[in-house]
Every structure is written in structure tokens, then in C-alpha cells.
């Protein structure tokens, strides 16, 4: 149980483009989803943190114009990246995980965006 | 802030060696969380163990021990008998409880494992 799925596991576009990123929690609600980003040989850093119904909460220096979440559903949320450009290629990695202190976060398998 | 510090950024041992990998952590939560993380080359992180600020027994996992210490703030994990699938980043984390049911992760910056057949 406890799975956490990403759509696409890779995409490559061009600089300019949207990319949308979704993260499925697949045998569980999800009242919290968590969106990272890892660059090459790096930490996951913590971009933003969405609740059901709710607008995102960014960390600092996360730019919400540029990196759009929407949580919709228990069991959907999406990260879009608009204009991307080459600086944001990177690992983006969602989580998921149900309500209660302490509650487990499950990780999806990360997308891996290319901008050229 | 919290803050997590996993100080070897590699190691490399031979098969069947053992290996422990350090994890020391900062808050100011009297409750909190730790984790640690397996990151193969596949990229998907994979759950190892969760050991919550009250319980201080060390726990065992078949070749895998957690050793966590209050008084110093760490939270060190030992593979015995090491085999080559066990090479993968591996990663400590630290939950924060902002409020309720939001708490948030703090990574370490990884250590790389390699196990030498």
C-alpha cells in the first residue's frame, strides 16, 4: 500500500513552455502534498506544501508565479512550471501523505525535467 | 531552524564490510521525527526507518541498526555485512511540526554509498 505515482517519469522541453507535473497517491487520501526539487548530486529542498482545497504554501524564495500547484483532489496534486527555462531542469519529487502528527510522507519516483 | 548534518558526503567499502552513516540534526521541537532515506540510481526515495523525539531504543532491520542518541543529537545507521544493492545516497531527514498535520522535512545533504564487490 502507500503509493505515490508521477506523470511524466521524464519530459524534455523547450524554453518558453509550460510542463505539468502530476502526482497521484494511488490506495490512499492525501490531505497533504509536498513538492522537492533536487538538483544533480544534491538535497531535496522543499518547494512548496499544498493542502486539499487550499492554496499552496511556498517556501521562501520559491517563486508561486512560476511554479503553479494545484491540489484538487485527496489523491491529485500538480506542479506546473511556466516559462521554464534551461535553470530549471531538475529532479522534482512529490509526496504524499494523510492527515495525523507524524503521519508518513510517501514519495513519488520523481520527474525529471530537461529544458534546452 | 532545523537543521540536518550528514558530514560524510561519500564512503566506499568492500562487500561484507560494515558501515555506519552519521546523521546529526538541530531543532527546538521537544517533538519531532527522524527518518532516513534510500536514494538508488533509479531516483525514487525509498522509506527506511521513522523514530519519533520519545523513543530512544535502537532498532534492528534484518542487516540494518538505527542508533539514535538525544544527548547528542544523532541518529546513525549501520549496515552489517554490506552487498553491492546497498549502494545508493542515502539521506536523514528531520520532520518540523509547524502545525498539525503539516509538518515539513528537512534533508540532509546525502551521503553516497558504494559498495566495492
Known amino acids: 500500500g502507500a503509493v505515490v505515482s508521477q506523470h511524466p517519469s521524464r519530459v524534455i522541453c523547450k524554453s518558453g513552455t509550460s510542463v505539468k507535473i502530476e502526482c497521484r497517491s494511488l490506495?490512499?487520501?492525501?490531505?497533504?502534498m509536498f513538492w522537492y526539487r533536487q538538483f544533480p548530486k544534491k538535497s531535496l529542498m522543499l518547494m512548496a506544501t499544498?493542502?486539499?482545497?487550499?492554496?499552496?504554501?511556498?517556501e521562501q524564495g520559491v517563486e508561486k508565479d512560476k511554479f503553479l500547484i494545484n491540489h484538487a483532489s485527496l489523491t491529485l496534486s500538480t506542479l506546473t512550471v511556466t516559462s521554464a527555462h534551461p535553470e530549471d531542469s531538475s529532479f522534482y519529487i512529490c509526496?504524499?501523505?494523510?492527515?495525523?502528527?507524524?503521519?508518513?510522507?510517501?514519495f513519488g519516483p520523481g520527474t525529471r525535467l530537461t529544458v534546452t | 531552524a532545523q537543521k540536518v548534518t550528514q558530514a560524510q558526503t561519500e564512503i566506499s567499502v568492500v562487500e561484507k564490510e560494515d558501515v555506519t552513516l552519521d546523521c546529526v540534526y538541530e531543532?527546538?521541537?521537544?517533538?519531532?521525527?527522524l527518518f532516513w532515506y534510500k536514494q538508488p540510481p533509479s531516483g525514487e526515495l525509498v522509506f527506511l526507518i521513522r523514530?519519533?523525539?520519545?523513543?530512544?531504543q535502537n532498532e534492528i532491520s534484518g542487516r540494518y541498526s538505527w542508533n539514535f542518541q538525544k544527548s547528542t543529537s544523532s541518529f546513525n545507521f549501520t549496515i552489517t555485512a554490506s552487498q553491492v544493492v546497498d549502494s545508493a545516497v542515502y539521506f536523514c531527514?528531520?520532520?518540523?511540526?509547524?502545525?498539525?498535520?503539516?509538518?515539513?522535512?528537512?534533508f540532509g545533504t546525502g551521503t553516497r554509498l558504494t559498495i566495492i564487490p
Open positions: 509526496s504524499a501523505r494523510t492527515s495525523g502528527r507524524g503521519a508518513e510522507q510517501y
Open positions: 490506495d490512499f487520501q492525501a490531505t497533504t
Open positions: 499544498s493542502n486539499e482545497g487550499s492554496k499552496a504554501t511556498y
Open positions: 531543532t527546538r521541537d521537544t517533538t519531532y521525527y
Open positions: 523514530r519519533n523525539s520519545f523513543d530512544e
Open positions: 531527514a528531520l520532520s518540523e511540526a509547524v502545525r498539525f498535520g503539516n509538518e515539513k522535512l528537512t
